[in-house]
């Protein structure tokens, strides 16, 4: 298990590197995380290689049997790049081009920053293939930044969009751009269409925004590919990955994903004023976990106070170390904190490391040394363990990317829809895959399909048979209305899954946010629930109501929620959006009933339950979110394995509290 920091030598005088090195070393780690912003470093004049002071930095570190992961530097361009080559410098929307100064300022389709790029990276990967501490290679720094719209951009565009669709009819159809007469009659026509969504009135057509936006991914994907086979040509024994940032939205990252060993992202929890439950953090790790179906590793972890201008609160004492047991429990096989020593200048002054500016190893460094030393004691329990999911949510960036052009109503995201589902099991102590719509549903016991409102006719197919099949199906809001080339469905909703529902939506409106709507549920759902922002009206066919509209008197003759029976399976509807946190955990209750799925422990508010698993072990991770003792009743006579004791019919958690049991 690496387990290190990242850590900036050419910030700091060379007789520090020695104390500092001993001082990782003291702590248990062994990576370190060097050079991802020092291009200028590396290649101070155009052509002119120097490595020494890093070849300096990592004998240092190996001295203290530190290894090393290299980032390719191109996240940051020399300023001599962005003078002798101006147009490599990205073009921002209202044509002027970004002032040199800062990160992520380049274009990816200028062909000289693509030249450059993969020379330093060839350079950087024949200077190191031999050096034996180096193991492994992040590319880039957190790909994402902001599009470039100058003339190189446009003409990719262009041919991209050629090569997909062939001919200019064929994309007209595909755009419907015989709405408001923008058919094409000449590729060079193609502008970049306007998808800022904070001007919707002057927005482009949906499809064509969706279309760039998978322009981009691809674009960033293929900049990332050119040093991915670099790297593996030049050393084929080191790993490979990527800083992806979670649910950031505007890439996406199953596609980004593909040609890395594993991935690894930058995990930074605590924004809020005081400690809450981080149920962001556990969705995004599950995520990560479902870009390639394997564990992965955090290349920045929180290490203190975050921010650029005003800095957040400082962690609380045990808060490093339980956001990073957050991670091992969700499948992380190693965690970088981010950063080693506070920088004294520059934009990220206020984020703060583990060391501070004064570069004394304080209460920080202190619990990361401790978390560290047990992580050294699971790690012979956790080799070849993995979160086992019975439960999977699709999570497909063109629903997300549709439904930032599209809403529908007001408040609709795909992030906001997931996070009701996602939150209730995490509550529920359920675990969860997060996979698109071209994963294998069959493994699930389970599917969650929250807003799927691009909903191909081969996505339809799948999860009509998976719930013939016997599994258990749940939709809401907004189902079935596109397909993938962001056209509507020319079909009574929810179209091609109206058999497995049961269902017929004939008309639906939004709620306005004075105007909620009471709902009653009967059987296992009871209760009196509020339905807000959106109705669909439901028209049972062979499903059953499980809630109704009572509360509007229009609404009255519709159901809110229907399960069906469907061959094997059961098919759910939710045709709204609810208040109430307590509709979702009754709801999911129903769900695992109707799924089979039993947790092994039902969590106490604000513990966090998570299981690991190998074929021959299971270990069961509890996390108490809070700064108050918890009591979570577990299964009697397991080894926990943090104390080596056996456990009772409970375990007590202390504030931030961690426990591990072999079951």
Same mark, same amino acid.
């Given at each position: 298990?690496?387990?290190?920091?990242?850590?900036?030598?050419?910030?700091?005088?060379?007789?520090?590197?020695?104390?500092?090195?001993?001082?990782?070393?003291?702590?248990?780690?062994?990576?370190?995380?060097?050079?991802?912003? @020092?291009?200028?470093?590396?290649?101070?004049?155009?052509?002119?290689?120097?490595?020494?002071?890093?070849?300096? @930095? %990592?004998?240092?570190?190996? !001295?203290?049997?530190?290894?090393?992961? =290299?980032?390719?530097?191109?996240?940051?361009?020399?300023?001599?790049?962005?003078?002798? /080559?101006?147009?490599?410098?990205?073009?921002?929307?209202?044509?002027?081009?970004?002032? &040199?100064?800062?990160?992520?300022?380049?274009?990816?389709?200028?062909?000289?920053?693509?030249?450059?790029?993969?020379?330093? $990276?060839?350079?950087?990967?024949?200077?190191?293939?031999? $050096?034996?501490?180096?193991? #492994? &290679?992040? *590319?880039?720094?957190? +790909?994402?930044?902001?599009?470039?719209?100058?003339?190189?951009?446009?003409?990719?565009?262009?041919?991209? =969009?050629?090569?997909?669709?062939?001919?200019?009819?064929?994309?007209?159809?595909?755009?419907?751009?015989?709405?408001?007469? =923008?058919?094409?009659?000449?590729?060079?026509?193609?502008?970049?269409?306007?998808?800022?969504?904070? !001007?919707? &009135?002057?927005?482009?057509?949906?499809?064509?925004? =969706?279309?760039?936006?998978?322009?981009?991914?691809?674009?960033?994907?293929? +900049?990332?590919?050119?040093?991915?086979?670099? %790297?593996?040509?030049?050393?084929? #024994?080191? +790993?490979?990955?990527?800083? +992806?940032?979670?649910?950031?939205?505007?890439?996406?990252? /199953?596609?980004?994903?593909?040609?890395?060993?594993?991935?690894? &992202?930058?995990?930074?929890?605590?924004?809020?004023?005081?400690?809450?439950?981080?149920?962001?953090?556990?969705?995004?790790?599950?995520?990560?976990?479902?870009?390639?179906?394997?564990?992965?590793?955090?290349?920045?972890?929180?290490?203190?106070?975050?921010?650029?201008?005003?800095?957040?609160?400082?962690?609380?004492?045990?808060? *490093?170390?339980?956001?990073?047991?957050?991670?091992?429990?969700?499948?992380?096989?190693?965690?970088?904190?981010? !950063?080693?020593?506070?920088?004294?200048?520059?934009?990220?002054?206020?984020?703060?490391?583990?060391? #501070?500016?004064? #570069?004394?190893?304080?209460?920080? /460094?202190?619990? @990361?040394?401790? $978390? $560290?030393?047990?992580?050294r004691r699971l790690e012979p329990y956790l080799r070849g363990t993995t979160v086992v999911a019975d439960v999977a949510i699709l999570y497909d960036y063109d629903n997300l990317w549709s439904l930032e052009f599209q809403p529908g109503f007001t408040g609709n995201s795909l992030q906001a829809a997931v996070r009701r589902y996602y939150d209730a099991l995490f509550r529920a102590g359920v675990n969860a895959d997060i996979v698109n719509r071209n994963a294998d549903l069959s493994k699930y016991k389970l599917v969650l399909a929250p807003d799927l409102s691009i909903l191909p006719d081969e996505t339809a197919g799948k999860l009509d048979a998976y719930v013939k099949n016997d599994g258990t199906l749940l939709v809401d809001c907004r189902t079935g209305i596109k397909d993938e080339r962001n056209l509507c469905h020319a079909r009574t909703l929810p179209g091609l899954l109206s058999p497995a529902l049961g269902i017929c939506i004939e008309e639906y409106s939004p709620l306005p946010a004075d105007s909620p709507c009471q709902v009653t549920a009967t059987d296992h759902l009871s209760g009196t629930y509020t339905a807000i922002q959106y109705t669909d009206w439901l028209t049972p066919e062979s499903a059953a109501p499980q809630a109704s509209y009572t509360g509007q008197w229009h609404l009255k003759p519709y159901a809110a929620v229907t399960r069906n029976t469907y061959g094997k399976g059961k098919g759910w509807y939710v045709g709204t959006v609810f208040k109430e946190p307590a509709f979702y955990d009754n709801l999911l209750a129903q769900l695992l009933k109707d799924a089979d799925i039993r947790p092994v422990v039902t969590p106490p508010p604000g513990v966090e339950v998570s299981l690991r698993q190998a074929p021959n072990r299971r270990l069961l991770f509890l996390l108490n979110h809070t700064d108050e003792p918890k009591t979570v009743r577990v299964p009697e006579g397991k080894t926990e394995l943090l104390t080596n004791q056996k456990t009772g019919d409970s375990v007590t958690l202390d504030r931030f509290g961690v426990a591990v049991l072999e079951l």
């Open positions: 298990m690496y387990i290190g920091v990242d850590y900036y030598p050419e910030h700091w005088p060379r007789e520090r590197w020695e104390t500092d090195a001993r001082l990782m070393k003291e702590a248990g780690f062994n990576v370190v995380r060097l050079a991802e912003f @020092a291009w200028i470093d590396m290649e101070p004049r155009e052509g002119q290689f120097d490595f020494v002071w890093l070849d300096d @930095a %990592i004998k240092v570190l190996a !001295r203290y049997d530190l290894d090393v992961i =290299l980032g390719t530097p191109t996240a940051v361009m020399p300023a001599w790049v962005a003078q002798k /080559y101006p147009q490599t410098l990205r073009t921002k929307a209202d044509g002027t081009q970004i002032v &040199w100064g800062g990160r992520k300022h380049n274009c990816y389709s200028n062909i000289d920053y693509r030249r450059l790029s993969q020379r330093i $990276t060839r350079a950087m990967a024949e200077h190191f293939a031999q $050096t034996p501490n180096v193991v #492994g &290679w992040q *590319i880039d720094n957190e +790909f994402g930044g902001e599009e470039c719209h100058c003339r190189s951009c446009l003409a990719e565009f262009q041919t991209w =969009l050629r090569e997909k669709y062939g001919t200019l009819e064929t994309l007209n159809q595909a755009w419907g751009n015989h709405f408001w007469g =923008l058919k094409f009659t000449d590729w060079s026509q193609i502008t970049i269409p306007d998808n800022a969504t904070d !001007r919707p &009135w002057v927005m482009g057509n949906p499809s064509a925004c =969706l279309d760039w936006k998978r322009f981009i991914t691809w674009q960033q994907a293929r +900049f990332q590919a050119d040093q991915v086979k670099i %790297i593996r040509a030049v050393c084929p #024994g080191d +790993f490979v990955t990527h800083n +992806f940032m979670g649910l950031f939205p505007n890439l996406d990252y /199953y596609a980004m994903a593909q040609g890395l060993d594993f991935v690894a &992202w930058d995990n930074y929890p605590i924004w809020s004023d005081k400690p809450d439950i981080p149920y962001s953090a556990s969705l995004a790790a599950d995520l990560m976990r479902g870009l390639k179906r394997k564990n992965f590793m955090i290349m920045e972890q929180t290490a203190g106070p975050c921010g650029w201008e005003a800095f957040g609160r400082n962690p609380w004492p045990g808060e *490093i170390r339980k956001i990073a047991y957050q991670q091992l429990a969700h499948g992380s096989d190693g965690q970088i904190w981010f !950063r080693w020593r506070t920088c004294t200048v520059g934009r990220e002054q206020y984020w703060h490391g583990l060391l #501070g500016h004064d #570069g004394k190893p304080l209460r920080r /460094y202190q619990e @990361a040394a401790q $978390t $560290t030393k047990e992580f």
